[in-house]
């Protein structure tokens, strides 16, 4: 098992910045890819960004140039530095990770509110 705890998230302007943590333990050493995520009300859970345990990165189209993904495997943690915010990035932000035998886990997710 892994366990995801999220942190960081809050009220910000938009224009402003936030900086998403997450914790990871457990079975780390089956963790590969690792990835942020977002949900509203009433949408479907939508990938925000993603890492590979080689640190190759993909990111949703409408957060490319603003956030950045990135993790520290020394010591345990995933985090999305995300710049420029919206209103349209309010959303619950979920921490997820793949493991080499496939399960995929999740934290409880972080709440992210900009204000216009």
């Known amino acids: 098992q892994v366990q995801l705890v999220e942190s960081g998230g809050g009220l910000v302007q938009a224009g402003g910045s936030l900086r998403l943590s997450c914790a990871a333990s457990?079975?780390?050493?089956?963790?590969?890819?690792m990835g942020w995520y977002r949900q509203v009300p009433g949408k479907q859970r939508e990938l925000v960004a993603a890492?590979?345990?080689?640190?190759?990165?993909n990111y949703a189209d409408s957060v490319k140039g603003r956030f950045t993904i990135s993790r520290d495997d020394a010591k345990n943690m995933l985090y999305l530095q995300m710049n420029s915010l919206k209103p349209e990035d309010t959303a619950v932000y979920y921490c997820?990770?793949?493991?080499?035998?496939?399960?995929?886990?999740w934290g409880q997710g972080t709440q992210v509110t900009v204000s216009s």
């Open positions: 997820n990770a793949n493991s080499l035998y496939g399960n995929n886990y």
């Open positions: 457990g079975r780390i050493f089956s963790i590969n890819a």
């Open positions: 890492i590979t345990s080689g640190t190759g990165t």
